[in-house]
């Protein structure tokens, strides 16, 4: 079990400087009885007037307030969580859950209209299911530019274990496990495959074939990557198997990306009430607006990844492209939180020397 104020991937100092930034930036809870803080992950975000349609519901003005990729955030909750960032936090995922769940930073709700059509996606009891409500779904798998490999006339990889052959040296670029969820859903993704006695060596040729390593999903993907929405050289990105629909040109019936389904894990990424919060009313109702079907059908388009509210319908021609693994990699949120802290530490030593 993770041991209480044990801070996974950062140094506590640097965590610590990071987590009173974040503090000086946002404030502490909302001083004002109609305002809501949400503290999110970078790559949140909801079409205009979503939010709105909240206050308008409600009265209550939400806030956002981003802070870092997925595993940064609940390291700043942790810190902060005798002088809370926020109410609400949204960008928890299924690898770093348990994590926030025993340090005692989120309060014990989960929406009220959860049926048992999202069961696939709550936490054990215990390891989240009375502190959060799911909200999206995606496989993190390898993105490919297709485009890329047809021009260089190199075939593509297909497993993971090609990505360790000398033809990929140097083409893949990935964020940072101990920072980032899709990071640690892709280091849990090796685990799986090679197990705990093997994970660590296939690291090691992943270190010594080139592999870029990044703080976050956002530098990796919009800034390393060469894909056409991106900056850079490297055709090979830790992404989501529901990214491409977003690279295919206007008038385009085909997508120049395509994510490598053999090589995915799967996350779910939640909200919780942020334990402290002085208005947690509208807090909860702030949970259950991002759970709504209003929400649900605008997070496609928004943030490359599937709603989890049965209820809730896909863009036309998301099924075109946006697939889904047949065979994702899983770890149980028990195993993870088990041995996360020493998994990190382990991939820290190898991949950032």
Known sequence: MQKRNTIIGLTLASALAIGLAGCGSTGSVSDDAQKLVLITHDSFNLSDGVLAEFSKQTGYEVEVQAAGDGGELVNK????KDSPLGDVVFGI?????SLAVNEGVLEDYASKDLTAAEEQYLLPAGSGRE???PIDNGDVCINVDHEWFADAGIEEPVTLDDLVKPEYKDLLVAPAANSSSPGLAFLLATVAAYGDDGWQDYWQQLVDNG???DAGWSDA???DFSGPSSEGDRPLVVSYASSPPFEVPEGSSVAPTGALLDTCFRQTEYAGVIAGTEHEEGAQKL???LFSVEVQNDIPESMYVFPVNALATLPEGWSDYARVAENPYVIEPAEI???RKQWISEWAAIATP
């Open 77 to 80: 909750l942790v810190l902060t």
């Open 211 to 213: 592999v870029k390593i």
């Open 221 to 223: 993907y919009y800034v």
């Open 337 to 339: 939180d088990e041995n």
């Open 93 to 97: 995922d299924n690898t770093f859950a």
């Open 131 to 133: 502190q959060l409500t």
């Open 287 to 289: 949970v259950d607006f």
